[in-house]
Each structure stands twice: as C-alpha cells, then as structure tokens.
C-alpha cells in the first residue's frame, strides 16, 4: 500500500463571497466562505459579509450576498444568492453563518467539511486554500503552522481565544478561508486577520484564526467534533497491466461495489425500464444517459434493469451482459481509485 493519505480537499468546500452588483451575484470577490451543511449552510467571517454588504451581519435584515462554487458538480448552478442566517448578538467572533436562498448545496455530501477544535491542534503543520489574487491568479493555498491559541485582545468580547497562526502566505482575500490541521484532518479554524509589518521586520509572518469551536453555540449551532477524522489511503495506481488482469480478471464478472440493494417490490416505471432495454437490443446505442435531479430514483431503476436483464430470457431475443460493474461517485469519489 501506499504511505500516502487523503486530506479533506481544501477547495471542495471552499466558496467565493461576493457582493450582489446590479442584482446579479457576480460582483467582485470580497473573501472567502465554507460550505458545512448539505442545506446551504455557509461559515464566513462577519468582516466578510459587512464588506460584501455595507454594514454588519447584525444589521442585515434580509440582505443577500453572492456565493460562488467553483467546485459544484454536473450542471449545477455555481453562482448563488445567501443571506445571513446568524452571528453572534453579543460577542465578537469574527464568523458569521450564510444560508443559501436560492436552493440547497449544489455540492456532493462528500464536499461538505468536518470540523474540529483547535485546542488539540497546537504545534500542528496546517494548509488553506483562499481568494487572495496573484496577478491572473484569483486563488491560493497557503501553509504553516497553528501556533496556538493566545490572550483574547482587551476591549473584544470573545468566546474562544484567537489562534495564532504561522504562514508566508496569508493574504488579502482569505478571510473566511478554512485552517485544515494536516495532521488531524479537521477544519479547526477560519482565518481572520494577518499581520502587516515592513519588509524586514519582526513578525511579518503572523496571522490570526478563529477557533471553529465557537461554530458549536449558539445560535450557530454546527457540529464539531473532538477526534481526529480518519485518513484514508491513498490508492496507488496501477501502471502494470498484466498486475491489473491478474487482481480484476475473468472470473470477476460482477462488482456491485456500493450499489443499492434490489427493491423487494417494484411498482411502475415500465416505459422508462423498456425504454432502457430498447437502448440495450440496438447495436448502435453504446451508451444510456438517466438525467434528473437527486432522490428521483434513478439509482433504483438502473438497479432494477440490470437485474431484469441479468436473467434468463425465455424469448432468447435479448442477451445477458458478460458481466456488471457499478461504481457510485458520490459515495466514492476518488478518480484513481476507480480505474
């Protein structure tokens, strides 16, 4: 096996803020936000919102920003209206959460980000991935060290002291960006703050985060979590072709993987099931298409076809596939281990 492992993927829930220009949510990108619910749910710093709206979170009263998923699957809209669902009414945490407007999440389950404290994560390497523009370049990663966490500053009402952070390439454009420990796989952090100094002076590398702990109250109210979400391994790809034949041969002639299990009953959807057997007898049809939005049931159907035409058929008009492969992206994503 290979000594490699899989992180969360920073810009799978990594998401442009923007302002609201002329209606359109298209406007210039004020900072960075991350998607933590599958409802359209957005963590962003609250500086953020009030620069993308004039004033702060507290005083939106229903005005919306624009969010922008880069990562969104298929043919989902990435362009997206939030408004702002809460922040803290006494405290000044520097977070504020979005809700989508316009629909839920056009990302996979998969994107969402799991969370954790950053107390537990002192001295801990960290990455992030943020909207901080480098010429042509709109977006970047940046990486260091969490520090750890420090005296709350006088005259601020905070619930969680700031977390220090160590990093060359905190920026302009990456507040609201998530702080991934490497090393326990969790967003611990969003960043806030970094420290401007001359060229050559002291403390030119210093910037700040808001511990993701205080996502958990009130009225925010996300999961975080304690222990360290697991790493999976990395598959290592297969480059000999006689190795592939020999782990993936003849004999295997069905993989189900992650397929959902046959339906005891079976009720309707007979022309779409002779619609699909149709495609199946005609030599010049090599491949089927079923489109339609998530939860229609197209997994179920595709289930119950192959099942009908792995049986026998007494007419002898059709004949059996060699064999069946079924691979679900959304339950696993991974590309290489796919191939």
Request: proline content about 7%; some cysteine.
């Amino acid at each position: 096996m290979s000594d490699k492992v899989r992180l969360q993927n920073l810009r799978d829930f990594t998401v442009q803020i923007r302002r609201i220009v002329d209606g359109a949510a298209q406007g210039d990108i004020i900072g960075t936000g991350v998607a933590v619910s599958m409802d359209g749910k957005i963590v962003t710093c609250a500086h953020v919102v009030a620069g993308a709206l004039g004033l702060h979170p507290r005083q939106a009263n229903g005005a919306e920003v624009g969010v922008y998923f880069p990562q969104a699957r298929g043919g989902e809209t990435k362009v997206r209206r939030a408004k702002v669902a809460a922040c803290f009414p006494q405290h000044d945490d520097d977070v504020a959460l979005l809700q989508l407007t316009d629909g839920p999440s056009p990302l996979a389950p998969e994107q969402i980000v799991r969370l954790g404290k950053a107390q537990a994560s002192e001295g801990n390497p960290f990455r992030s991935y943020g909207y901080r523009p480098l010429g042509q370049y709109e977006a970047g990663y940046a990486y260091g060290r969490i520090l750890g966490c420090v005296e709350c500053p006088e005259g601020l009402a905070l619930q969680a002291d700031p977390v220090q952070l160590e990093s060359q390439h905190v920026a302009p454009g990456m507040s609201g960006s998530p702080v991934l420990d490497i090393e326990r796989n969790l967003v611990v952090g969003v960043i806030s703050e970094t420290w401007y100094t001359d060229r050559f002076g002291k403390d030119r590398d210093t910037g700040w985060a808001v511990d993701a702990r205080v996502l958990m109250f009130d009225p925010l109210n996300l999961p975080v979590q304690d222990e360290p979400y697991p790493l999976g391994a990395a598959p290592r790809p297969r480059a000999d072709a006689d190795q592939v034949r020999t782990a993936v041969g003849p004999k295997e002639r069905t993989a189900w993987n992650n397929a959902p299990p046959a339906l005891a009953e079976w009720v309707g959807r007979d022309d779409l099931l002779q619609s699909i057997t149709r495609d199946w007898a005609d030599p010049n049809r090599r491949v089927t298409g079923l489109i339609g939005f998530g939860g229609e049931g197209k997994s179920s159907l595709a289930r119950k076809w192959v099942d009908d035409i792995c049986r026998d058929d007494p007419t002898g008009r059709l004949y059996k596939p060699d064999g069946v492969f079924w691979w679900g992206f959304y339950e696993k994503p991974s590309v290489d281990e796919f191939f």
